[in-house]
């Protein structure tokens, strides 16, 4: 469905969405936008010169979160922006004043209205490969819990293209390696159909629709982190982590299949998924910035038997997709801690031989040597440990031990207790692969 507004009328387009809730907004709630820079103010002023007061909306997702967004579509350095708003009047829905710079100045090329009250995402995206970017709404229907996406084309008037109920979650990308952008949307399930991937391209009399699509995991209830990269050597796909009802996060990978013209998700298909499983929100990431993207596998450190699992630290075992293999392989490990959070990268040649323990009331992870004979394992000597204070009852006067960080009220120490184990591990090794877990 396309329409268009006019740049002389500066007309109002209104996307309808039937049944939509209205959002309660008391007059107090109004808000202007803090802390504007010169061009957002600039922005902010065509709205205030319409509207006496407004609330700001923010997008929740992707990577343009602000209430108002600036860039420059055709790359001719004259820059347009998109400014997201409510009024007072009308709570159940969203006005967009879309701005282009004249002259030095921004001037109000019109508004549009979409009935919504939940903005999810901006993109600045070439989706028809014309050499100019549409500015693409994702956004809340009434009607689905499918979110929509709504496509404005900014030249001499605008065009408004309306793609209804197509994602939970997407991302953007050139998935297919033919120099355009698609989008992969991935969609739960409902009464009446599957959850699935759906990788869906533009075509100028379709418009945005599905090039292919393939099966997920059917007892996904939510999705935790989706991105784009590189999953094998010379493959580009994206990795999804998604959450259960009962709170299991799994991973699973995608890329189109060029000779097949195929999405496929091989790790949900052909095994390996399952080694996914976790119940500990660790997500996916290209965590050595090396343009490939790590998958995490989580288990317990080795322990005895009758050991209480929740004194246990976890081993993280960092993994790549392995194209040729169709399968996961080992990059590399680090400890995990629950209490305090944090991560320990360790050298694979330590992977089986040291354990660790954390103390909750203490706040303290234990690392020890492990030393197995006879197919039993015991815990051996203790390597060091790391401790987190808060900034009140740490007193540096009566402690040995490093600080490691700093992070708001809380101070992170560690010290070494066995220097002299084949196993340990120096203060520079520490520090170097000591990382907090937000």
Request: with cysteine; aromatic share 8%.
């Amino acid at each position: 469905m396309k329409k268009v507004l006019s740049l002389l009328l500066s007309a109002v387009m209104i996307i309808s969405l039937a049944g939509c809730s209205a959002l309660s907004l008391e007059p107090e709630d109004i808000l202007s936008l803090p802390n504007a820079s010169g061009d957002e103010s600039e922005i902010i002023s065509l709205i205030s010169s319409s509207y006496s007061s407004y609330e700001p909306v923010y997008p929740l997702s992707g990577e343009n979160k602000n209430a108002v967004i600036i860039g420059d579509i055709d790359q001719d350095d004259l820059r347009e922006a998109v400014a997201i708003f409510r009024k007072p009047d009308d709570p159940g829905s969203i006005t967009l004043l879309f701005a282009r710079e004249q002259n030095g100045r921004f001037v109000s090329m019109g508004e549009s209205v979409i009935q919504t009250n939940l903005i999810d995402r901006v993109d600045f995206v070439d989706i028809d490969s014309d050499q100019t970017e549409e500015i693409l709404i994702g956004y809340q229907g009434a009607s689905s819990a499918l979110r929509s996406v709504a496509i404005y084309e900014i030249g001499d008037e605008i065009t408004v293209t309306d793609v209804p109920s197509v994602y939970n979650a997407l991302i953007y990308d050139d998935f297919n390696a033919d120099g355009n952008i698609e989008a992969l949307c991935i969609r739960l399930s409902n009464d009446s159909d599957i959850s699935k991937a759906c990788l869906m391209g533009y075509d100028e009399a379709l418009g945005l629709s599905e090039l292919s699509s393939c099966e997920i995991d059917s007892d996904t209830a939510s999705v935790k982190n989706l991105i784009s990269g590189g999953i094998s050597e010379g493959i580009h796909g994206a990795v999804l982590d998604c959450e259960t009802e009962d709170g299991i996060i799994s991973t699973q990978v995608f890329y189109y299949y060029e000779q097949q013209k195929t999405l496929l998700n091989p790790l949900f298909v052909y095994g390996g998924y399952s080694d996914t499983k976790r119940s500990v929100p660790i997500l996916s990431a290209d965590i050595d910035s090396d343009g490939v993207i790590e998958i995490p596998e989580i288990g317990l450190m080795p322990h005895l038997d009758d050991e209480k699992d929740e004194t246990v630290c976890s081993m993280i075992s960092w993994q790549n997709y392995d194209f040729s293999m169709m399968a996961l392989s080992e990059k590399s490990s680090a400890i995990l801690c629950p209490d305090p959070v944090f991560t320990l990268a360790i050298d694979g040649a330590k992977e089986g031989r040291v354990t660790a323990r954390y103390e909750k009331d203490e706040r303290t992870a234990r690392v020890y040597e492990w030393e197995s004979s006879d197919g039993k394992g015991h815990i051996g000597n203790e390597l060091f440990y790391i401790r987190a204070y808060s900034k009140a009852e740490y007193n540096k006067d009566r402690i040995n031990e490093v600080i490691l960080c700093e992070m708001n009220e809380d101070i992170y120490t560690y010290l070494i207790e066995d220097a002299d184990s084949l196993l340990s591990f120096s203060g520079e090794e520490i520090e170097n692969n000591f990382a907090l877990i937000k």
